[in-house]
């Protein structure tokens, strides 16, 4: 039984990093990157700032989706974010999903 369970856990981690691979991938492809991190402040703030801050908060996807897709000023500070007409709204959503998973190490 302990085989079974060390066995599903490795492929739900196996799995875990290629959908994290991927997404950066999408995220990278879209230009994200230039502005964000995951665990660090750039011009934007990190990913992991980001899911921190929205935890647990009602509307969250969908105003962070907004956030991409049209940009948005003055949440983190006087650099506004600018809208993202490459990204498409499912695109859009898949990201702000994986943002909002993200942990603090």
Known sequence: MKRIVIGVALAAAAISQVYAADMMALAKSKNCLACHAIDKKLVGPSYEDVAAKYA???????????????????????????????????????LVQWILSLKKK
């Open 56 to 94: 647990g908060k009602p509307g969250a996807e969908a105003k962070l989706v907004n956030a991409v897709l049209h940009g948005v000023s003055g949440t983190w500070g006087p650099v506004p974010m600018p809208a993202n007409p490459q990204v498409t709204p499912a695109q859009a959503k898949e």
